[in-house]
């Protein structure tokens, strides 16, 4: 699903009676809202797109955790108190609808044991989050299971079901070891 804005409704205006006023100004305020969101997830987009560092990718957070393809834009992981998750199962397309096979498949280049770091971020909510060391990357059809370890999280399981959240991911040196 590519991302859009939303167009603003039409601004209140002095000549408006007050209730009407008041509705006006009610929509206006809902709509600034949503733009945030909106906003934080197409720089999301551009930050995977254009990339200054680290790879990021967008997805929608599912706590199921069965071995199989999370389906269109979404991310699960293996385990269901988050924290404990050995593997990421990302399917190839982020929630944009934007195919990230060739970014994924980056993720085993580095030829150290440790070929990188990935931290999941809640958009909007970067205090909730999970590091991961990257170890190995496997390829089944239409997703990628991600074999990490744990190194870092802001809480147990910080994700709620159908969370947009952003995977940033950082590649290894071809020397790299394990920061535990």
């Known amino acids: 699903m590519p991302i859009s804005l939303t167009p603003p409704p039409p601004a209140p ?5 007050q209730a009407d006023f008041d509705a006006a100004y009610a929509a206006f305020i809902a709509w600034q809202e949503t733009s945030i969101d909106e906003l934080n997830a197409m720089i999301a ?3 995977g797109t254009v990339g200054a ?3 990021a990718i967008p997805y929608t957070f599912s706590t199921t955790t069965t071995d199989s393809d999370p389906g269109s834009g979404n991310l699960r992981l293996n385990q269901a108190t988050q924290n404990t998750a050995t593997v990421i199962r990302a399917d190839l397309n982020g929630s944009d609808g934007i195919s990230k096979t060739v970014l ?3 993720f085993d280049d ?3 044991p440790v070929k990188g770091y990935v931290r999941l971020v809640k958009l909007g909510d970067e205090t909730k989050y999970l590091i991961f060391e990257v170890t190995a990357l496997a390829t089944p059809s239409g997703y990628r ?5 744990h190194r870092a999280s802001s809480s147990a399981s910080p994700f709620a079901n159908s969370d947009a959240i952003v995977l940033y991911f950082t590649r290894g040196g071809d ?3 394990s920061i535990a």
């Open 53 to 55: 560092g680290a790879i």
């Open 145 to 149: 299971n991600i074999t990490v370890a």
């Open 104 to 106: 994924l498949d980056l």
């Open 175 to 177: 020397l790299s070891t």
């Open 13 to 17: 205006l002095r000549t408006m009676s």
């Open 110 to 112: 580095a030829s150290g």
């Open 45 to 47: 987009v551009i930050n």
